[in-house]
């Protein structure tokens, strides 16, 4: 992808922000049962409140602490606690695949060592804002209704598509990341002396999949989308979320309808497979180089709107906070940021006088990864590494560095990548206080002897 181009979505996305800034302070926003005011005490509230929110449900006893959350949930969507049999992820959760905090759970990036492009389903990455819900596709329905289809209010078209009718669409497999904004929050901390709220990610909140499935572009054409449209709001089928005492409703974030048109998909395959219940069987979206909250799991219905529209996860999270942000905080997050890990342990052991096969990947969403250098020595010198598979737009890039350290002792081993931007990854991430875009190079600490 041209340089050019990137700038341009990137001013495309920021411009549209600010039109819809505009008419939300003009009234003429949709909150989805937020009031105006409710909306912009909660932004005022937002450092504050949000942080508590977040940190209560993910304390100590993570898992206990997600599931009474739950439990205390308006039960407005089909699926409830009584569908899960065991906890909030359903599949198997080994130890040399995962790291657990309560409702979610990190790849560790060894167990990627050896494995092929994709991530294979089993070690996949989790993040539930609840629990995974257990959905019958045979009853199953995708509803799209709203002031952006065919037909005027009051009598705004709904449309419903079932499975099969999915099934039946034309379908397109593509190969994407899905990346959490956070991922690689814990990093603010412990490079940075900077204090977040969040789930402590190391760099494991990514993974890339195939995904097939039918364009959102297709279904939105055949649900009669009109050229008013402006957002899409899709909505999880998951337990509401509870943040600091207070339900916040189904997981839903909007989505402008540019992006919806371009290049979204609706997967119900993952990897030539089903999607497992817990990266949201039936259908989810997908939503290539964009942050995974964006790619709503489980979707039951899709609003499409004349109006922009809004929701606590593109108001009062995912954006960015803090002392060099705006009260209300930066625009909604859109791309990824490029990171590097590599395929070791945290505090890997490694043999002295022999050459070791460091190996690793890098991606971004601002476009395919160019270059790739590593520092052996905290940064003071590097050097490039091989690539051993070249990633494209959305995916990743695999790369390999022989290494034969001659004394024994304590290393660095620095990974930093080279995107469709042109910059290097920096050695610093700018600050905000959700602990969002960790894009700077991570310094992965390994022992030599
Ligand atoms: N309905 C629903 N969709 C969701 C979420 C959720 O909790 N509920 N989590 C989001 C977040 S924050 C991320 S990072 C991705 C994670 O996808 P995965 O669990 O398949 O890896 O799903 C997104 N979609
Ligand atoms: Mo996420």
Redesign the pocket.
Known sequence: MPKGEFDQHGAGEASYDAHRAEQWLAGEAAGRGLSRRVMLGMTAKMGLAATAGLTAGRSAAGLAAGRSAAGQATPTNAASLSDLSTGPILKPLPPEFFTVFGTNAETRWEAMRGQGYHTPTDR???????STPIIDADTWRLRLFGSGLRGAPPRERAVEFTYQDLLELPAVTQSAF?????NGRSFFTSQQGQSVSGTAWKLG?V?VATWRGVRLSTVLARAGLTRRAVDVLP????PD?VSGGVNLG???RPLPVEKAMDDVLLAYEMNGKPLLP???FPV??VVPSW?????????GDIEVSAQPLFSPWNTQFYRLFGPDHPAEGSAPLSRQVAKSAFELPWNAQLPVGRTSYLTGRSWSGHGRVRTVSISVDSGATWRPAQPRRQGHDDGWTLWEFPWRPRVAGSYELLARATDGTGRPQPTQAPYNTLGYLFGAVVRHPVTVA
């Open positions: 996949f990455f989790v993040r539930n804002h609840t899905i990346e959490c904004a956070g909140a993974g909505r999880g089928l998951d979320f189904a997981v839903r817990d990266h949201g989810r979206l942050i995974g909250i964006s790619s709503i799991k489980w979707v």
